[in-house]
């Protein structure tokens, strides 16, 4: 069974690897085009998981509120860039200089998970709490991911 905390640093990581290749590519190429649509949609199913599996067991603790809506905060400027980027031109210069914006800042927010939210929400939140989580997470990211994969769709139809 995996944890709530490896299926988010499972997806951290990918994203990680994806930034890293995306910022490798140049100009409005194939590459950067796939890479970027497996990021950003991988990256908006996660944050939707994320907020509605471990953030929401955060919520129920005193101690967790605050970071919750503290990390909750920081998607809704990550979203921000996320839907900047989607509508630029990728050969231009200010696409690459936003997405090195949003590399920074994404991964700053992983590491203060990583490194000190999931450290507090182990000692406050029993593992009896929470056990399943990592399942749940998976499956609220795909139902999220079968709902941006229909938006989509309807997008390319109009």
């Known amino acids: 069974m995996t944890s709530i905390y490896d ?5 951290h990581d990918n ?12 100009g409005a190429s194939d590459e950067r085009k796939k890479t970027w649509n497996t990021f950003y949609y991988d990256i908006k199913s996660h944050a939707a998981a994320e907020e509605e599996t471990f953030y929401s067991k955060l919520m129920s603790k ?9 990390s909750v905060e920081e ?14 031109d990728m050969s231009s210069p200010g696409w690459l200089n936003k997405f090195h914006k949003l590399q920074h800042d ?4 992983m590491d203060e998970e ?6 507090q929400a182990k000692k406050v939140i029993d593992e009896s709490e929470i056990a399943g ?10 139902k999220e ?3 941006v994969d229909k938006k989509r769709e309807e997008q390319l139809e109009d």
């Open 145 to 147: 991911r079968e709902i």
């Open 114 to 119: 990583e490194d000190e939210i999931f450290a």
């Open 106 to 109: 994404y991964n700053h927010h």
């Open 7 to 11: 299926a988010i640093k499972a997806d």
């Open 62 to 70: 005193i101690w967790g509120q605050d970071a919750a809506r503290h």
């Open 75 to 88: 998607h809704a400027e990550l979203d921000e860039l996320l839907e900047e980027l989607n509508e630029m």
């Open 133 to 142: 989580y990592g399942e749940k997470f998976h499956a609220r990211k795909k």
């Open 15 to 26: 994203h990680r690897d994806l930034m890293a290749q995306i910022a490798k590519t140049e």
